[in-house]
Nanobody, 124 residues
């Protein structure tokens, strides 16, 4: 059974940093694309960043480029999202996702598995 478990969310002031973790289990993810999405009430789930496990290729939403960094640790089967220079607009529930037939990185429907989400709140 595939499980994605996020952690690391919390409350931080504007300009602060957080590191989210996504621990993956239940299968081999070497052929998977791992993504981070975020969602606020009443809005659609938004792509934040993605990483291809096989070759470490990454992709970011324009809104987070230069501030967020996605990475992976093969030994721990864990994907990270380092978030720096946080803004109130980054406040959302952040979700980890995994898919092995992802045509469009930014489309939530391309992913097969999702975590339960972790809340990130940035105060002004």
């Amino acid at each position: 059974q595939v499980q994605l478990v996020e952690s690391g969310g919390g409350l931080v002031q504007t300009g602060g940093s957080l590191r989210l973790s996504c621990a993956a289990s239940g299968r081999t993810f070497s052929n998977y694309l791992m993504g981070w999405f975020r969602q606020t009430p009443g809005k659609e789930r938004e792509f934040v960043a993605g990483i291809r496990w096989s070759d470490n290729v990454t992709n970011y939403a324009d809104s987070v480029k230069g501030r967020f960094t996605i990475s992976r640790d093969n030994a721990k089967n864990t994907v990270y999202l380092q978030m720096n220079s946080l803004k109130p607009g980054d406040t959302a529930v952040y979700y980890c996702a995994a898919g092995n037939r992802v045509s469009f990185w930014s489309m939530p429907t391309s992913y097969d598995y999702w975590g339960q989400g972790t809340q990130v709140t940035v105060s002004s």
